[in-house]
């Protein structure tokens, strides 16, 4: 029997749904079904919603979709939550406190979100500027924070920043 490989995939012919509720499940048309699936992006942040990766429970990947828009509407609509889900990011509103011990940094922030504590292991590694203005952190327990334009936070939060990156 000869393997289909991901690029031979019509990804129309792929259904997305949760069954049991919270598992991502995949079918392939009539042919195969994967019970316990991961959906990735390769490039979350250059690239939203292109470059899908759908990944078996060991880890293997089963097909790469070029675009979001390529899957039929209910599983585009299933992608789209779990891209959500994965990709949870808090918006950096204001920073009402920044301190760093033994290179350690503990944040204090509100956020789109509300009220967030948060630890930054390492700020060289773990924030990134995506532009001039548009900084992303991404904290200890991997989730992401986001400040889009650093010239729009009050003069406080952007003097706490300065101090520490």
Excluded at 40 to 58: E, F, H, I, T
Excluded at 76 to 91: G, K
Aim: hydrophobic content about 35%; overall charge negative.
């Amino acid at each position: 029997m000869e393997t289909q490989t991901s690029e031979m995939i019509d990804p129309r012919t792929l259904r997305l749904f949760y069954d049991p509720p919270g598992t991502l499940r995949l079918t392939v048309g009539e042919e195969r079904s994967y019970p316990a699936v991961k959906l990735y992006q390769a490039s979350p942040l250059s690239r939203p919603g292109r470059y899908l990766s759908l990944v078996d429970g060991k880890g293997e990947e089963i097909v790469m979709v070029e675009n979001l828009a390529d899957f039929a509407a209910d599983s585009r609509e299933v992608a789209e939550e779990e891209i959500r889900r994965r990709y949870l990011t808090a918006r950096v509103e204001e920073i009402t406190n920044i301190r760093t011990e033994f290179g350690v940094t503990y944040w204090h922030a509100r956020t789109d979100k509300g009220e967030r504590d948060f630890v930054v292991q390492s700020l060289s590694e773990s924030c990134v500027w995506l532009s001039d203005q548009h900084l992303l952190i991404i904290d200890v327990d991997g989730n992401r924070f986001e400040i889009t334009d650093r010239s729009r936070l009050d003069a406080a939060s952007q003097e706490r920043l300065d101090q520490v990156l």
